[in-house]
């Protein structure tokens, strides 16, 4: 059988070891391909009292592997013309190369060598630590960072997997030496629930090159999550004085739907529908086109294996914060309450629709798509039929998805930037 050469269809290939492997087509007419690798390292992962370990894992995996150091491993990724990173999310830890199709052996090579055999050197763990440092400092002082950081926590509860951002504490930070990141790597970069995606060559090639590279992943099972944890139930809100800032970060948000649940597509369209989509959404319309009262306005709906959470905000100023609150809530409750009109939802709709052809202008775009798909057990022609699915979702049918992945039932409302000694809530520490 011919190998698919529609990049929107993928191609399932024998795994290595455990390893699941999935090939797909490179744009036509790229001259570049890319590969990534996920494993389950995500920083729901990190052992109590060593939390960043995951971040920093991933961060250090892509700076020095094998026998390149850190120098070293910039300019052989320079002299090609290709790049090296890390992503880390609640879940999965994900490794990625991109770079010229005729190089692909190569870097695939170099990929590999960060897959199995980071250097932990002590300059460069103290580098990522100072700059996780850093990050830790910014989460705290920044109004839409700290808004964020305080709607997951309210979320969910203590030690589950979305409650956080996977930065740690400085106390946690300080007990990450190369002991615990060597551990944590070999615990979590493994075969079984590994996958590895890779774009551009033939499958035939890509199958035998994984098993020559890739053979030596250990095939342990990681830690599993603890997911059965409970969402906290209380809500409310919460309102966070930051003297000094210009700026009044508004999130409301709450617990969600896994990306597998049949009702995805529908609340997919839900999310574009309130703010999504950043021209034609409610959110934008509202506060920010009409009302003046927003620098900006949106909503994301993050989907994960074993659920999610969802997130609606705006940027405002301290004088103005009061009256984008209830807008936001009230947009909120619309969305819920009635269905919306089939001329909006058309017009969302092919407005999403039509972004599909743009991500397959590119080689890394095409691969989105792809690490997407195949991280989570979605069937090989997913995004062949995903105009029909959203197509096919009537406006009753948004409107029941978004009671489930966007509801009110312990949902959380946070203010945070310069909101005077007297607002309500509590105070920023």
Not at 69 to 96: H, I, K, N, Y
Not at 356 to 379: I, Q
Request: glycine share 12%.
């Amino acid at each position: 059988m011919a190998e698919p050469t529609d990049p929107l269809r993928l191609s399932t290939l024998p795994p290595v070891g455990g390893m699941r492997l999935v090939r797909q087509s490179a744009p036509a007419g790229a001259g570049s391909f890319s590969a990534t690798y996920v494993g389950p390292a995500g920083w729901g992962h990190d052992p109590s009292g060593a939390e960043g370990a995951a971040r920093l894992v991933a961060q250090l995996a892509v700076c020095a592997a094998g026998p390149y150091d850190r120098v070293e491993l910039a300019r052989r990724l320079d002299r090609a013309g290709a790049t090296l990173s890390s992503q880390v999310a609640p879940e999965s830890a994900e490794l990625s190369v991109w770079g010229p199709a005729d190089a692909w052996e190569e870097l695939v090579g170099l990929l590999a060598l960060a897959v199995l055999n980071p250097r932990f050197d002590a300059d460069d763990v103290r580098r990522a630590r100072r700059q996780l440092a850093e990050r830790q400092l910014r989460e705290a002082s920044q109004p839409a960072q700290r808004a964020e950081r305080e709607l997951l926590r309210a979320s969910f509860p203590e030690g589950h997997p979305y409650g956080g951002t996977g930065i740690g504490t400085a106390r946690s930070l300080a007990r990450l030496g190369r002991p615990t990141l060597a551990r944590f790597h070999r615990e979590h970069f493994t075969a079984d629930g590994g996958l590895l995606v890779v774009t551009g060559p033939r499958g035939p090639a890509v199958e035998r090159l994984a098993r020559r590279l890739f053979g030596a992943l250990p095939s342990t099972s990681a830690p599993p999550l603890r997911t059965e944890l409970r969402s906290r139930a209380p809500g409310g809100r919460r309102t966070l004085n930051l003297p000094g800032r210009s700026q009044v970060e508004v999130r409301v948000g709450g617990p969600s739907i896994p990306r597998r649940d049949p009702r995805f597509a529908a609340a997919f369209l839900a999310n574009e529908v309130l703010g999504g989509r950043p021209l034609l959404s409610r959110l934008f319309q509202r506060l920010r086109e009409h009302g003046g009262l927003a620098y900006h306005a949106g909503s994301e709906l993050e989907a994960m294996r074993f659920g999610g959470y969802w997130m609606a905000g705006a940027g405002t100023g301290a004088d103005r914060w009061r009256k984008v609150v209830p807008m936001l809530e009230q947009e909120l409750e619309r969305l819920r309450d009635a269905a919306p009109g089939a001329a909006e939802l058309d017009l969302v709709r092919e407005s999403a629709i039509g972004e599909l052809p743009l991500s397959l202008e590119s080689t890394s775009d095409a691969h989105e798509l792809a690490v997407d798909a195949a991280y989570h057990g979605l069937p090989d022609d997913h995004w062949l039929r995903w105009p029909a699915t959203l197509r096919a979702v009537r406006p009753a049918e948004l409107r029941d998805a978004a009671r489930a992945a966007f509801g009110s039932a312990g949902s959380v409302t946070v203010v945070a930037g310069p909101v005077g000694s007297g607002a309500a809530g509590r105070r920023a520490t």
